[in-house]
């Protein structure tokens, strides 16, 4: 019975990620080969962090007015599927793009600009518990 009741929040979690995903796949291929060489790759990331966290504010809004999930433990399912999500795509994008593969992007976390990076992705697996549309 519970999971039924989850269903539809974990639909909602991956389709948010991976909405958020292609457009973040596109800033961050901007970020790293137009953006970063000229400026740096944590002068990069700050300029994008603002952008993707916008945007992705904004298309939970839009998801949450369209599909309403109704309770806090609903927006909490939300939030942890679309963090999972996020993170297993771009571990996947990064085995098959990126040299250094999937052990690449996890140490990247320990630089600033990975870390930065990895806040913004938890700030937008927050958003579904923070945004004023997914709320009764």
């Not at 457009?23 to 400026?39: E, K, N, Q, S, Y």
């Not at 939970?60 to 309770?71: C, D, I, K, Q, T």
Request: aromatic share 10%.
């Amino acid at each position: 019975m519970a999971m039924r009741n989850s269903l539809p929040a974990i639909k909602l979690g991956a389709f948010y990620a991976a909405s958020i995903f292609l457009v973040g796949f596109a800033l961050g291929t901007l970020r790293v080969l137009v953006i970063a060489p000229r400026f740096g790759e944590l002068l990069a990331v700050l300029i994008e962090l603002p952008i993707i966290l916008g945007l992705s504010w904004v298309v939970f809004g839009w998801l949450a007015r369209r599909h309403n999930p109704p309770l806090s433990s609903a927006r909490c399912m939300i939030s942890i599927t679309a963090f999972v999500v996020l993170i297993g795509l771009e571990a996947l994008s990064a085995a098959f793009v990126t040299d250094g593969g999937v052990m690449a992007f996890i140490a990247n976390w320990l630089t600033l600009a990975g870390a930065l990076g990895l806040a913004g992705q938890v700030g937008f697996a927050l958003i579904p518990r923070l945004h004023p549309a997914a709320r009764n």
